[in-house]
């Protein structure tokens, strides 16, 4: 193991590039954070769209104890989903749907708020800085700002352009926002598309259960979509 990547207690690493690790099922371990954290990642990501709030609690502690152990301040970044309408538990694990039957929209939507909500109460009581995919997209700089801000690293407006155009939309298809590429990941770089797969009675239901929550979230300025 090399010099720069042995954890020493609270020296910064030399280089200017922090290393994001993604937890997950083959790297959540105790034993596997301990070596991600000996090989130079700098911040961990939990995915928050899958697993309960018991297992990212498990990692959280895992990561903080290890913090502790080894007295080198990290960065946990917890990823939120964005509007995906969840259907819910079916009883015996699963649910028929025949031609023409009618299936509850009004259930999901209510199953999404609750996911939301305890969301923001995890984040609030956790101290946990968020950001939106939209917010990124709409004032891209502002966001780098505070996550830069806080995580209290330094940075200047030249840095932030340089973040920025490495990072957008046009540096890693060569497309505009807007320009629609069905076969590629990064399909058409803009935010709010979503919505359009709506009937006008599912806006509706959407609005009225859980419109706030899409302001709170940023995904929306306010309910005329």
Not at 58 to 65: F, M, N, S
Not at 109 to 129: L, N, P, T
Not at 173 to 193: L, M
Request: aromatic share 10%; with cysteine.
């Amino acid at each position: 193991m090399s010099k720069e990547t042995t954890p020493s207690l609270y020296m910064p690493r030399s280089r200017k590039v922090r290393i994001l690790a993604t937890l997950g099922p083959a790297s959540d371990s105790q034993a596997m954070i301990r070596r991600l954290a000996e090989a130079g990642a700098d911040a961990f990501r939990i995915n928050m769209s899958h697993g309960s709030h018991a297992d990212h609690a498990k990692r959280i502690a895992a990561i903080r104890a290890l913090e502790a152990e080894l007295q080198r301040p990290t960065t946990i970044l917890a990823d939120l989903q964005g509007p995906k309408l969840r259907v819910g538990r079916f009883a015996g694990d699963k649910a028929e749907l025949k031609t023409g039957q009618a299936f509850s929209f009004e259930r999901a939507v209510h199953a999404w708020r609750k996911d939301m909500e305890a969301q923001f109460r995890y984040a609030e009581s956790h101290g946990i800085h968020a950001c939106s995919y939209e917010a990124l997209l709409t004032d891209g700089r502002g966001v780098a700002r505070g996550v830069l801000d806080y995580l209290a690293l330094p940075y200047d407006e030249a840095l932030l352009t340089h973040l920025l155009d490495r990072s957008s939309f046009r540096y890693y298809t060569g497309r505009d926002p807007g320009q629609e590429n069905r076969k590629r990941f990064y399909r058409k770089g803009i935010a709010g598309d979503w919505k359009n797969h709506f009937r006008d009675e599912d806006k509706r239901i959407f609005k009225e259960i859980a419109g706030d929550l899409l302001i709170q979230l940023g995904y929306e300025k306010d309910l005329d979509w």
